[in-house]
């Protein structure tokens, strides 16, 4: 999406406030011995109560596919993203976990399969965090993953390629001794989930597409403790390393400025 109105703006810098609180309170309740579940349920009620609708349940990547059943992603240690939260999937003490989320807001107010551009608009966001104490290796995967989201944003502004984003991103990584996942990346976003254009975490400096003033992106670094290949569960949502190594993920909703980018899903 491009911004072209002060109501637009507006709606996303509240949307990514309200959906910044939600996920404090989500990090607050990541504790040993809690459910995936239990995080879901809480996600989706702070939504509610923040005036707005889970941009991630019911979604579908595929007309015919099956939908998303919950309100957030819940990865755990070699789950890179879009982990279905269960309540089985209990949390350990030593464990990484990452909180993907997204709301539309405010909530629409049309009947259940309207065809028409829903009412609110979009922000996503996404953090992996140390359940207890975690090894220093771990430790050092979520802080790299997270430096490079922010290295990342800060090269954003008019004129800037998209492979110059993806570099920034990619060198950090790879630099530190991780690897980045190629096979996703992040997005477009603000009418719909996921929009073009498609933001990747690895690039050449000068390549891509030319970045504009008003875009409106989510940039999500992926990075692996090990190979960077990933494989897709038989549930057909949960991406994992192949190799079993843990994987961390970052995400904000940006839009580009005159001279940078804005934050709408700083907390």
Same mark, same amino acid.
């Given at each position: 999406m491009?911004?072209?109105?002060?109501?637009?703006?507006h709606?996303?810098?509240?949307?990514?406030? %309200?959906?910044?609180? $939600?996920?404090?309170?989500? $990090?607050?309740?990541v504790?040993?011995?809690i459910?995936?579940?239990?995080?879901?349920?809480?996600?989706?009620?702070?939504?509610?109560?923040?005036?707005?609708?889970?941009?991630?349940?019911?979604?579908?990547?595929?007309?015919?596919?099956?939908?998303?059943?919950?309100?957030?992603?819940?990865?755990i240690?070699?789950?890179?993203?879009h982990?279905?939260?269960r309540?089985?999937?209990?949390?350990?003490?030593?464990?990484?976990v990452?909180?993907? $989320?997204g709301m539309?807001?405010?909530?629409?107010?049309?009947?259940?399969?309207?065809?028409k551009l829903?009412?609110?608009?979009?922000t996503?966001?996404?953090?992996?965090?140390?359940v207890?104490?975690?090894?220093?290796?771990?430790?050092?995967? $979520?802080?790299v993953? @997270?430096?490079?989201?922010?290295?990342?944003?800060?090269v954003?502004?008019?004129?800037? %390629?998209?492979?110059?984003?993806g570099?920034?991103?990619q060198?950090?990584?790879?630099?530190?001794?991780?690897?980045?996942v190629?096979?996703?990346?992040?997005?477009?976003?603000?009418?719909?989930? @996921?929009?073009?254009?498609?933001?990747?975490?690895y690039?050449?400096?000068?390549d891509?597409?030319?970045?504009?003033?008003g875009?409106?992106?989510a940039?999500?670094?992926?990075?692996?403790?090990?190979?960077?290949?990933v %494989?897709?569960?038989?549930?057909?949502? &949960?991406?994992?390393?192949?190799?079993?190594?843990?994987?961390? @993920?970052?995400? @904000? &909703?940006?839009?580009? &400025?005159?001279?940078?980018a804005?934050?709408?899903?700083?907390?």
């Open positions: 491009t911004i072209s109105s002060d109501q637009e703006l709606t996303l810098r509240e949307g990514g406030k %309200r959906l910044a609180a $939600i996920m404090a309170e989500l $990090i607050a309740a504790r040993p011995g459910s995936t579940l239990a995080l879901d349920e809480l996600a989706e009620q702070l939504i509610i109560e923040a005036g707005g609708h889970s941009a991630f349940k019911g979604y579908r990547t595929k007309r015919d596919d099956p939908p998303f059943s919950a309100s957030i992603c819940t990865s240690n070699d789950e890179v993203v982990a279905i939260p309540p089985d999937r209990i949390l350990k003490q030593g464990d990484i990452g909180l993907d $989320i539309r807001w405010p909530a629409s107010q049309q009947p259940a399969g309207s065809r829903e009412a609110g608009l979009i996503d966001m996404a953090v992996t965090v140390p207890g104490r975690i090894s220093p290796p771990a430790e050092e995967l $979520i802080q993953t @997270h430096e490079a989201l922010v290295s990342g944003i800060r954003l502004r008019p004129g800037v %390629r998209m492979g110059d984003l570099h920034t991103i060198r950090h990584i790879e630099e530190n001794g991780f690897s980045v190629r096979e996703l990346v992040g997005h477009g976003v603000g009418q719909h989930l @996921h929009e073009n254009p498609y933001v990747p975490n690039g050449t400096p000068g891509g597409l030319l970045l504009k003033r875009m409106v992106l940039i999500e670094p992926m990075a692996t403790a090990g190979s960077p290949l %494989r897709l569960d038989s549930d057909g949502w &949960t991406w994992r390393t192949r190799d079993g190594s843990l994987a961390a @993920h970052f995400e @904000h &909703t940006v839009i580009v &400025t005159k001279t940078g804005e934050i709408l899903t700083k907390f």
